[in-house]
């Protein structure tokens, strides 16, 4: 009797972790997917190499300051398409010195090397 609800419970546990295998999978292609249609002045991406949440930003003009709203303190990696040099700000209202800057035309698939991974709480373009 002992034994049987033990192998039943083995059942149960590797059902599990088949259901979580198929998540992490579906969510990394979501991430993939994501990371090829930032078609906005800006993304930024909640884990490296662009996966995870992604945020979206459209600049209206230079030096207006855009708060980072789903992924406030969480991104990991950017693609910045636009023509702007994007600032990075550890803070809410782009005050204090800018942590981080993003070259017109470029991306970074892990911000950690520049000491700003889960740190950008605003960003702010900037002529270049
Ligand atoms: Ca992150
Ligand atoms: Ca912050």
């Known amino acids: 009797m002992k034994r049987q609800t033990m192998r ?3 059942v149960v546990a590797l059902a599990l972790t088949s259901l979580i295998g198929l998540g992490s999978a579906a ?3 979501a991430g993939r997917r994501l990371a090829s249609s930032c078609a906005s002045d800006f993304c ?3 884990h490296d190499d662009y996966n995870g949440a992604e945020e ?3 600049f209206g003009s230079y030096n207006v300051c855009v708060r ?3 992924l406030n303190n969480k991104a990991s990696s950017m693609r910045n398409p636009s023509g702007a040099r994007v600032q990075f ?3 809410a209202n782009c005050s204090g010195a800018s942590g981080y800057a993003a070259r017109p035309r470029s991306s ?3 911000l950690t090397n520049n000491g700003f991974d889960n740190k950008t709480s605003s960003v ?3 002529r270049p």
């Open 44 to 46: 930024l991406y909640e």
């Open 27 to 29: 969510q990394a292609d």
């Open 124 to 126: 702010k373009p900037v």
């Open 8 to 10: 039943r419970a083995g």
């Open 108 to 110: 970074d698939s892990d």
């Open 89 to 91: 700000y550890d803070s």
């Open 56 to 58: 979206e930003f459209v």
């Open 68 to 70: 980072s709203l789903s």
